[in-house]
């Protein structure tokens, strides 16, 4: 295969599947949260995983907010996204072991930027339109038990929260100290 076709279908092939793990990380984090079914992006979210996940659901138990088809399903897709690119770029046979803790270190890395992005996007879209909407709402559902617990130690200050700063810095430095060396040491297995 030319290398032009080969770095297109490896293009292609992550971008699909990492669009896919965001929806099914998205849906895991506002389950967890108890987001609010009825915000249209909520039914957005649960029409566009439901075909795949339904299936799953019959044979994979719900505890409480937690759903383990869902779960099962992520951790599934990631390991198959490597298979697939390690496929496409011609890697020989990949060690199990290595996908999965890569798998489940890249799980963690996605969430803790997904909750970065949505901390920052949060505080933006408080700035340029602070009225209640959809996106608004689900974002704050997502965010307040990280900020609320930040808020305990450090209230507003002059009329400004201050709690994204701290919970940025933790969320990164959970990147540097826990996904960052769990990457490393399965790189080192494969």
């Not at 293009?11 to 990492?18: E, M, R, V």
């Not at 019959?58 to 298979?83: H, I, N, Q, W």
């Not at 803790?101 to 700035?127: D, G």
Request: hydrophobic share 55%; glycine share 4%; with cysteine.
């Amino acid at each position: 295969m030319p290398s032009f076709l080969q770095t297109a279908l490896a293009f292609l092939s992550q971008t699909l599947f990492t669009l896919w793990i965001a929806l099914l990380l998205l849906r895991i984090c506002l389950q967890l949260t108890g987001a609010n079914a009825r915000n249209p992006l909520t039914q957005l979210l649960i029409q566009l995983t439901r075909p795949i996940l339904k299936p799953m659901q019959k044979f994979l138990p719900t505890y409480g907010r937690a759903d383990l088809a869902l779960l099962v399903l992520c951790l599934v897709s990631e390991m198959l996204k490597m298979f697939v690119y390690g496929w496409i770029k011609g890697a020989g046979l990949l060690d199990p072991l290595a996908v999965f803790l890569y798998s489940m270190a890249e799980l963690l890395q996605f969430t803790l930027h997904l909750y970065s992005m949505a901390i920052v996007v949060q505080a933006i879209l408080t700035w340029i339109n602070p009225r209640p909407n959809p996106l608004n709402d689900l974002l704050y559902t997502l965010t307040a038990p990280l900020l609320n617990l930040a808020r305990r130690f450090i209230p507003p200050i002059g009329g400004f929260d201050l709690s994204p700063i701290p919970v940025l810095i933790v969320l990164q430095l959970l990147m540097l100290l826990v996904t960052v060396p769990i990457l490393g040491f399965a790189t080192q297995m494969m």
